[in-house]
């Protein structure tokens, strides 16, 4: 088996370990010569795990010493990043949809540049209610580029799962770029919602793309607070994925 | 050189090379061959740095083919993420604080578990509200376990670095973990920045510990959604390091 594959098992092997409580913060990994024996594999590709592992900002960093758990793994799959059913789902809700509007707009010039196409371009606009076990959530406005628009004619989904039915037609989503930040609640949220108007929501503005860097959708997602975070764990020496600005983004 | 240190360099190099713009999201990196050429390295190290960006979400992962440039570079020092007088100077903004409260209180149980110490210890709790060019940007409640706090006995800060202060103090800070909701200003924090009360806030719920997995301090803070925003790329195939949950972390 080459470096390539096998390090990534230990890797995963040692992650569960962390997710499922075996290995708690604070507890210290066994030593590389002893991982190395466990794995009958070698301290590079023992290394090349461990090092994986600190990127996530599972464990610790200090070289010479044994490695140490530093939190609990928070890890959560690509297709739960971007899809709301399936985050549901994965917390044994039951995820639903209620649309308020769906029509065919000019892009202008906001979602031009954020879907890679013309001012004049023709998008799918939707706003929908996402619900979670029937309580309403989060009021998304969704908007596609024509080519996609094109999978979605035919959709209807009681799970609100775009996600889904656009992977279901072959759209190859890779990657995804998300914002998150806080906003007041505008009167008709706040009637979907069943909140006072102007109550702070969470937001998350979120691109996702095709392996080739072409925008699939471009959502303005926004929360209950009380239904939604967002946790991230840090560690020094290793630069964050993430970016903290002192200003919008 | 090792391959340890080695592939970091590669890495490093490529990164900063989509920083800068150099290489832009849709580019493709030249092929591992090139790339063993240029760096005069294995191509199992070359393959150990792209391994690393991956990780960051900076560039995809298709197999057998090229790599291409996903996104621009979101990566943060850690000294920027869990210090906002460094988030500051790094914008190019001065940083500063108003001390309202400084107090020695009783943990109580909720500050017992996230400080690691019992309800009855004694806890430096400080609300100081946090200015960027003299701008109330944030209003933070900040809380030091005992054995910090006396480090912290002959502090006096224009630009309100508590972290910078505790690091010549000599305390190793490690890692952090934060959660980011919104919340509603309360009447105090609505006067302090400017706000109409119940005017959403961004929020930042950050704890940060020393390689040991010892508590260093726990901070609330409330930031104004104009002031602040986290932004994060997700990549398929790849674990996120942080977790979305629906309902309060």
């Not at 031009?112 to 029937?134: F, I, Y």
């Not at 991230?232 to 994925?241: L, M």
């Amino acid at each position: 088996m080459s470096d390539q594959q096998q390090y990534l098992i230990i890797a995963s092997h040692l992650r569960e370990a962390i997710q499922s409580g075996e290995l708690q913060p604070g507890d210290k990994l066994p030593s590389e010569a002893r991982l190395s024996q466990q794995f009958m594999s070698s301290r590079g590709t023992v290394r090349h795990a461990l090092e994986k592992l600190r990127a996530e900002g599972l464990i610790s960093s200090h070289q010479g010493r044994r490695s140490q758990v530093l939190l609990p793994a928070l890890t959560q799959d690509f297709d739960s990043v971007v899809s709301f059913s399936q985050r549901c789902q994965e917390a044994g809700k039951t995820p639903g949809e209620r649309i308020h509007s769906r029509e065919m707009i000019d892009a202008g010039p906001r979602l031009a540049v954020q879907l890679q196409c013309s001012s004049s371009a023709s998008v799918l606009a939707l706003v929908r209610v996402r619900l979670m076990d029937n309580t309403p959530t989060m009021v998304e406005r969704i908007y596609f580029p024509e080519e996609i628009a094109s999978h979605l004619s035919d959709y209807q989904s009681s799970s609100g799962s775009m996600y889904q039915h656009l992977v279901e037609r072959g759209v190859e989503i890779s990657h995804a770029h998300s914002t998150v930040t806080a906003t007041a609640a505008d009167a008709d949220e706040a009637q979907a919602l069943g909140v006072a108007p102007n109550s702070p929501l969470f937001v998350v503005n979120q691109c996702v793309y095709t392996a080739d860097g072409q925008p699939v959708w471009c959502s303005e997602q926004h929360y209950l607070p009380e239904l939604a975070s967002f946790s991230i764990n840090n560690v020094k020496e290793r630069p964050s994925p993430s970016f903290f600005t002192p200003g919008r983004a």
